[in-house]
């Protein structure tokens, strides 16, 4: 079956970074695009960045354009989000998510299947 599980969150001062790694496995890793998401406490789920199957095509939310970079390694099964410059305001569960083809969205039900998430808290 299907499972995607994200490591690397923490805490981390504000203007530090993350590294959050998502290890996918039960297909074929290759074939679809990646995406992550977070949510914070009382807030909606928000899209962060997706990544297409060869990654060669990224997308990211206005709020972490130029500081957070989305990348994977399909040898690994692995999709990345690097976050730098990191805000307060960036403080939430991030979870990655696998499309339901090889094209990249930044809507939550283009996604059918979830990691458990992982919590980034920033401190000011």
């Known amino acids: 079956q299907v499972q995607l599980v994200e490591s690397g969150g923490g805490l981390v001062q504000a203007g530090g970074s993350l590294r959050l790694s998502c290890a996918a496995s039960?297909?074929?890793?290759?074939?679809?695009?990646m995406g992550w998401f977070r949510q914070a406490p009382g807030k909606e789920r928000e899209f962060v960045a997706a990544?297409?199957?060869?990654?060669?095509?990224?997308l990211y939310a206005d709020s972490v354009k130029g500081r957070f970079t989305i990348s994977r390694d399909n040898a690994k099964n692995t999709v990345y989000l690097q976050m730098n410059s990191l805000k307060p305001e960036d403080t939430a569960v991030y979870s990655c998510?696998?499309?339901?083809?090889?094209?990249?969205?930044?809507?939550?039900?283009?996604?059918?299947?979830w990691g458990q998430g992982t919590q980034v808290t920033v401190s000011s």
């Open positions: 998510a696998r499309t339901n083809d090889s094209s990249i969205s930044s809507r939550y039900d283009y996604y059918n299947y």
């Open positions: 990544i297409s199957w060869s990654g060669s095509s990224t």
């Open positions: 039960g297909y074929t890793f290759s074939v679809y695009a």
